[in-house]
């Protein structure tokens, strides 16, 4: 069973917008993320990538939550989260179409190393056009853009290492 949704998570004082579809493919920010989430049981989620899971317990009521991420061959990662409705979140979700929308700011979701960076200043981007390759975790997770438009700043190269909330491409 998935959980559907849109919620904003704040951890460690990052806050980000997430979207779970009915088939437990999630968005982060506007950007789609190739990982499979399923609960398993009550409070017990499983993240599946590339043929590996990882598992997310999550013991908490509400807005106050405490996640312990166990991934294979690696000590269990504990996080304190507030999860709230996304309504209430205090940062906007990109613009998703249109060019005279708000500029758009595309942000690493977590820490990474850029692997690929696919446009330079000017370039012009289709809306769920692959922007940035980065990895993390041994995992290379596409960032594609959120809306058409043009790139007016590119704040990341590739081999870089970005830490999560870090800018990286600027989409007018």
Known sequence: MTLP???AVKIEGK???VEL???GKPCVDGVAWDVEIVEAERGVWLLRHDGQQTVAIVDGAAAKTVVEIRRPGGDPLVL?????DARRAKIAVPA???NDAAPATMRSPIPGRVVKLLVKVDDTVKAGQTVVVLEAMKMENELRAPRAGRISIVRCAEGAAVEAGQDLVTIV
Request: charged residues 40%; hydrophobic residues 40%.
């Open 21 to 23: 579809d009915e088939a």
């Open 5 to 7: 949704g849109r919620f």
């Open 80 to 84: 304190a989260a507030e999860v709230t």
């Open 96 to 98: 998703r179409a249109g």
């Open 15 to 17: 806050e980000r917008i």
